[in-house]
């Protein structure tokens, strides 16, 4: 158990759709990243935030955004969904940013099926 | 950010040891190298990382070469379980993001 914890783990909807999905990182950990893994793609970075701020982004698109809320849990939200969104979505949290010492620890995922 | 190169597949018998290398050639001198794992229907798992000197944790060792710009990361005796894609990642000390490749796929046979 990484004590990342996402919600739903699995969620079927249908195209022009809107979803949430959310993580709770590991207690005290700043951190919390949003990754993608699709079959034909592996695992694409989204965003990150930190302490509530947008720290990086990825090649997440513009009908997808993010935010980290005051008690540092974050949500993903995904809308006009098409079947190309289909993946499984991934959240991970760490301490700090640095390479250094920035484990991350990753949720099991939220499996998003859209048809 | 810094690009890693390693082999698609790898295939390993039960017990043995496992050497899945990984290539970096254009790391910085502040880009420490990570490695993930992710084992079927799960989230990726953090192995290891170093930066110049050998590690060695309870997963595994990470030998990293004296010029940097390769290492290998050494699983001491393979079990079933370690069948996983092994993911080679350079992250700068200040760095943000962190870039998964394609990884390696390790087999384990019985």
């Known amino acids: 158990d990484s004590g990342v914890t996402q919600t739903p783990k699995h969620l079927i909807t249908a195209t022009g759709q809107r979803v949430t999905l959310r993580c709770s990182p590991r207690?005290?950990?700043?951190?919390v990243y949003w990754y993608q893994q699709s079959l034909d793609q592996g695992l694409q970075f989204l965003i990150q935030?930190?302490?509530?701020?947008?720290?990086a982004k990825g090649n997440i698109l513009e009908r997808f955004s993010a935010q980290q809320f005051p008690d540092l849990h974050s949500e993903l939200n995904l809308s006009s969904l098409e079947l190309g969104d289909s993946a499984l979505y991934f959240c991970?949290?760490?301490?700090?940013?640095?390479?250094?010492?920035?484990?991350?620890?990753f949720g099991e995922g939220s499996r998003l099926t859209v048809l | 950010d810094a690009k890693t190169t390693q082999p698609n597949s790898m295939e390993s018998n039960e017990e043995e040891p496992v050497h899945l290398p990984c290539n970096h050639s254009?790391?910085?001198?502040?880009?420490?190298i990570h490695w993930y794992r992710q084992l079927p229907s799960q989230g990726p798992e953090y192995v290891i990382h170093?930066?110049?000197s050998n590690v060695n944790n309870r997963m595994a060792s990470l030998a990293i070469a004296e010029d940097r710009k390769s290492s290998t990361l050494i699983l001491h005796r393979a079990t079933l379980r370690d069948a996983a894609v092994y993911y080679c990642?350079?992250?700068?000390?200040?760095?943000?993001?962190?870039?998964f490749g394609a990884g390696t796929i390790l087999r384990v046979k019985s």
């Open positions: 207690s005290g950990d700043l951190s």
């Open positions: 991970a949290s760490s301490a700090t940013t640095s390479g250094r010492t920035g484990e991350l620890f």
């Open positions: 990642i350079l992250r700068m000390e200040y760095g943000n993001k962190l870039v």
């Open positions: 935030y930190y302490n509530g701020e947008e720290r």
């Open positions: 170093g930066l110049t």
């Open positions: 254009t790391i910085s001198g502040t880009d420490y």
